[in-house]
């Protein structure tokens, strides 16, 4: 049984900092891709940052200079800092892992954190 365990969100003031981390356990194969999404409410889950398995990174535009995703293979793990927050950066926040085993594609999602950037 794979699990994502995310942690980090929670509330900060406009030009804050988080650092979000998600861990992923149990039989998950060869991991591939990792990222975070977000959704706020009333609006569609977009995909916020991106890594590959060779360290390529993507991000979204609204981001980018403000957030970095980064990732640790040996612990299974993902992380996003997020400086210089926004209020619209308030969602709740979703771990992404693609694994592959059996050469079949698996997509692991984390529970959600939520982030609420308020003064």
């Known amino acids: 049984q794979v699990q994502l365990v995310e942690s980090g969100g929670g509330l900060v003031q406009p030009g804050g900092s988080l650092r979000l981390s998600c861990a992923a356990s149990g039989s998950i194969g060869s991991i591939s891709a990792m990222g975070w999404y977000r959704q706020a409410p009333g609006k569609q889950r977009e995909l916020v940052a991106s890594?590959?398995?060779?360290?390529?990174?993507n991000y979204v535009e609204s981001v980018k200079g403000r957030f970095t995703i980064s990732r640790d293979d040996a612990k299974n793990t993902v992380n996003l800092q997020m400086n210089s927050l926004k209020p619209e950066d308030m969602a709740v926040y979703y771990c992404?892992?693609?694994?592959?085993?059996?050469?079949?594609?698996?997509?692991?999602w984390g529970q959600g954190t939520q982030v609420t950037v308020s003064s």
């Open positions: 890594i590959s398995s060779g360290g390529s990174t």
């Open positions: 992404n892992v693609v694994a592959y085993g059996w050469r079949i594609k698996y997509d692991y």
